[in-house]
């Protein structure tokens, strides 16, 4: 009996002793996946500056486009090998807390110690997939797994505005380094420095007036942010008692060389640079998390996930977003229940939200409304058309989650009713939660075709004006909307127009714009059924204008400005000059804000007249 008792010790012991090999193989195997991720996004971000001053655009959106595949590539790599190392304990959950125990002390002091924990869950999540996922599995919820917020010293450069405020911003410009050269660098600075001054009269009182006893300083970022045509100096005016007024310079690369186009000023202004609706900056930094805790001061009002969606840590940025979603549910009163969103209800997509929310949640239905008849395929593989895609302040970004859970008391029964029949085979209920097996997560806006009935006359030129702008900023990067309804578009809080319903969407260079034929017989023109030929591909944008037949005052104003978006010429035009490798310029802040030759911003001007 002893004997027998003895050797089942011995088993026990060395089974668990094959169960820490295989456990920390594992962890080491994920760990050397992360830092060989890490290693090729910040390859691919170091060209950034190259690239600007080379003026290499297509390279740019390239680029751009390599390095949204960095991240599933690595964890693809990473779950091969460990499919291999753990062979028959692959789904031993046992096993794979053991792994996470051990990575979680590998990666414990680690620079980027929370985008190496998404890592490891994204790997957990490619290799357990659909089965239950516990987040005892995972580093996400626990307080020791939120990243507190650390110095940035290192970040950061400092001017003292001992010898003057404009010798200041002469010495912040002239410290950056290109290998290319300015065009008129002397008047562009002069620009800078009497816009910065009158915007912090406007915005800062405290730090304009320390400015004017050169006390205080101008902190700057010590990277550059590159995004599409244009690099941005991030950075921030500081009086002495701690006020201080962000700033961010946009530096383009023109035929005739560099030049400062623009200055934002304040967190509302820099927040809408890092907008939503904006494709990712590329800053050469191995230390992320440390730029987010920086930029996180700079604009204050805007969440985590928001920023390191920005820099391009999109993964992460949903680990980050799902906190913000659990605090803020567990935050709010019991009775903020979830609801259908405010707007007309989609064909393809259930979406809801709640009215307390700035997000709507889109689930695609099982069956869609005709006349559409796209499957679920289909339209996963447009919202990964636009993940890819330059979307310059046009197209909402999304972030896409499998198996995400929600309380089910904020449900309603009419709702959970109403879900079962349109999204049945996407949802499950399993204790008090509601899980969604796959959905989409977007900002919140508001519906154009309801924004437009709570408009004045001006308002509603404005609108419409921005509304023809984003169709064209949209043509200009090969994408074509498909189905362009009022409904299909939001406004944002600044009033810009963003589009957000992708089951059609397309590059531009794929449609075949065509003018309607004619007929000698008026009774075919009449008839519901086609009298021509039409082609899956074939556009007519003569038809547009039925987007506007329940808005005739909505259709006056649009057509005041863009009469040409209803001839095939604007189109093709477009076609053309994509075809000749043409990249749009379209800037992430207002035409105003813009330096004008040998004058100050319009927008300050005016602002100086009212004053005077």
């Excluded at 259709?555 to 978006?565: A, E, G, K, P, V």
Aim: net charge neutral; glycine share 4%; aromatic share 12%.
């Amino acid at each position: 009996m002893l004997e027998l008792k003895t050797a089942n010790t011995l088993s026990t012991q060395t089974n668990n002793a094959i169960e820490q090999v295989i456990a920390t193989k594992l962890a080491r195997a994920v760990f050397a996946g992360f830092e060989a991720m890490f290693a090729e996004f910040l390859n691919i971000t170091l060209g950034a500056q190259s690239r600007f001053e080379q003026r290499q655009w297509q390279s740019v959106q390239s680029a751009m486009r390599e390095r949204l595949q960095v991240y599933e590539r690595q964890v693809k790599n990473v779950s091969e090998a460990v499919r291999v190392i753990a062979f028959k304990e692959l789904n031993d959950p046992r096993l794979w807390q053991q792994a996470k125990h051990i990575y979680g002390h590998m990666v414990q002091d680690h620079e980027n110690q929370p985008i190496a924990h998404t890592f490891f869950n994204s790997t957990f999540g490619s290799i357990w997939d659909d089965k239950k996922i516990r987040t005892v599995h995972l580093f996400v919820l626990k307080a020791k797994y939120r990243a507190k917020s650390r110095p940035f010293d290192n970040l950061v450069s400092r001017i003292s505005l001992q010898n003057g405020f404009s010798q200041a911003v002469e010495q912040l410009i002239y410290r950056q380094s290109f290998r290319v050269g300015f065009t008129d660098l002397a008047h562009d600075v002069d620009i800078l420095q009497r816009t910065l001054a009158l915007g912090a009269q406007q915005q800062c009182r405290q730090v304009y007036e320390l400015m004017n006893l050169n006390d205080g300083y101008i902190e700057y970022a010590n990277s550059l942010f590159f995004r599409n045509k244009a690099c941005y100096l991030i950075g921030r005016c500081i009086a002495k008692n701690g006020d201080n007024m962000p700033f961010a310079v946009a530096i383009l690369h023109t035929q005739s060389g560099l030049k400062l186009d623009a200055v934002m000023m304040g967190a509302d202004q820099l927040s809408l640079l890092f907008g939503f609706a904006r494709t990712y900056f590329m800053v050469d930094t191995d230390q992320p998390a440390r730029y987010v805790d920086y930029l996180s001061v700079l604009m204050p009002h805007k969440q985590r996930f928001e920023l390191f969606n920005a820099i391009g840590f999109i993964k992460h940025a949903k680990t980050e977003f799902y906190r913000y979603k659990v605090d803020t549910t567990n935050n709010s009163p019991i009775d903020d229940k979830y609801i259908i969103a405010p707007g007309t209800p989609g064909m393809v997509m259930l979406v809801f939200t709640t009215a307390g929310s700035d997000y709507v949640y889109k689930v695609i239905k099982d069956k869609f409304s005709a006349p559409k008849t796209s499957t679920k395929a289909q339209v996963m593989a447009k919202y990964d058309f636009v993940k890819q895609a330059d979307r310059v302040g046009r197209l909402v970004d999304t972030h896409e989650f499998r198996y995400l859970a929600f309380d089910l008391n904020r449900f309603s029964d009419e709702l959970l009713t109403h879900m079962r029949a349109s999204i049945g085979s996407s949802m499950a209920i399993a204790n008090k939660a509601l899980v969604l097996k796959h959905v989409y997560v977007e900002r919140k806006m508001t519906p154009l075709n309801l924004y437009i009935n709570q408009c004045d006359d001006k308002q509603l030129n404005n609108v419409m004006l921005d509304y023809g702008k984003a169709i064209k900023e949209l043509a200009g990067a090969n994408i074509f909307p498909g189905d362009m309804l009022m409904k299909n578009f939001g406004v944002t809080r600044w009033g810009r127009v963003v589009f957000y319903d992708y089951d059609e969407i397309c590059p531009l260079t794929d449609c075949n714009f065509r003018d309607l034929p004619s007929s000698e017989n008026s009774f075919d023109e009449l008839s519901s059924e086609s009298y021509f030929d039409v082609a899956e591909n074939d556009v007519f944008p003569s038809q547009f204008k039925v987007f506007f037949s329940a808005d005739q005052q909505a259709f006056s104003h649009f057509c005041q400005q863009h009469q040409d978006l209803f001839s095939p010429d604007f189109w093709l035009q477009c076609q053309a000059d994509i075809n000749a490798g043409q990249l749009a310029d379209v800037y992430p802040y207002k035409q105003s804000w813009r330096f004008q030759p040998g004058l100050l911003p319009i927008s300050l001007i005016n602002f100086w007249c009212v004053k005077r």
